[in-house]
């Protein structure tokens, strides 16, 4: 099959389109024919090496994917052959992929099934930041901050969905944008005189890094809540009375789906910026890298 490989760490110059070979699946697996996989965060660290424990290269990396299966192993019973399937692992940069029947999802009829690879991991991460690890009630005032990206759209509209007041926190540049979010208020959070205005909120769903978040702290309420996909900030043992959580990410299809459905019924947008062949997945790493763009999309 063909790949996006990369034989050492580096800049997004690393990957290279080429043969490799394909991958073995079995019990429990399937092998998918990928349809799409989505670039992540996650993707260029991996890239960079900064889990030189977890990977080695030669390597395919891509956690997102979306495909049709084409074949089984024994043991599997929740999927058949040509079904349309979407969901996240690894090695999803490729033509095939092995993948375990019990994360992925199938994929909705009407949805696009190359556009179904934008949704798994930024999706579940959104809404288990709200669901899960900041265990979000109706009627709770919830701060998003950085909603203008994917996991923070995906964790503004579980929110919503949960009956909360939510606010959504941005740049003073991106407020016009974070308008069309479906939020309840948007605030600059470099804005010193909007962010000294701000009451105390019930839970901040963080998905920003730096000054920002560790400003975020002190915008949660006594026996509030605080919960990050980035990590704990700095200085947080300075709010013993915020409950902190950093999120770890989980492969859940129920989600999958939940999101799907909801970009079907026109609740939630993911919005994606560009698609290209595999063959330029360094061009998609090199465009994500500078920023300030949606998802990108790399199709075999």
């Known amino acids: 099959m063909k790949a996006a490989v990369i034989h050492e760490f580096g800049g997004p110059e690393v990957l290279n389109y080429e043969d490799f070979p394909d991958p073995q699946f079995g019990r429990g697996q399937v092998l998918v024919r990928v349809a799409a996989a989505s670039i992540n965060p996650v993707d260029?660290?991996?890239?960079?090496?900064?889990?030189?424990?977890?990977?080695?290269?030669p390597?395919?990396?891509?956690w997102d994917l979306s495909g049709t299966v084409v074949a089984l192993g024994s043991g599997v019973d929740n999927l058949t052959i040509g079904d349309r399937v979407f969901g996240w692992d690894e090695h999803t940069y490729a033509e095939l992929c092995a993948v375990d029947a019990s994360v992925l999802a199938k994929v909705p009829p009407g949805l696009d099934l190359a556009e179904a690879a934008a949704l798994p991991l930024v999706c579940s991460t959104g809404f288990r930041l709200i669901s899960e690890t900041g265990e979000a009630k109706g009627g709770e005032t919830v701060l998003v901050s950085g909603a203008n990206g994917s996991v923070g759209r995906s964790a503004v509209f579980a929110a919503k969905d949960r009956g909360c007041v939510v606010i959504v926190g941005v740049r003073a540049k991106d407020l016009s944008a974070a308008s069309g979010l479906g939020a309840d208020r948007v605030i600059a959070l470099d804005d010193d005189a909007a962010m000294a205005g701000l009451k105390p909120v019930d839970l901040v769903a963080n998905t920003l890094r730096g000054p920002s978040a560790a400003q975020l702290l002190a915008k949660v309420k006594s026996g509030g809540r605080f919960v990050s996909v980035t990590g704990v900030p700095d200085g947080a043992d300075k709010y013993p009375q915020v409950g902190i959580k950093a999120q770890v990410s989980k492969q859940d299809p129920d989600s999958y789906f939940y999101a799907a459905k909801a970009v079907l019924d026109g609740r939630l947008h993911i919005a994606i910026s560009m698609t290209l062949p595999l063959s330029q997945a360094a061009q998609g790493h090199a465009a994500v890298e500078r920023g300030g763009i949606g998802k990108v999309l790399l199709k075999p």
């Open 59 to 62: 390597a395919v990396l891509g």
């Open 44 to 57: 260029l660290s991996w890239r960079r090496g900064q889990r030189k424990d977890i990977i080695k290269p």
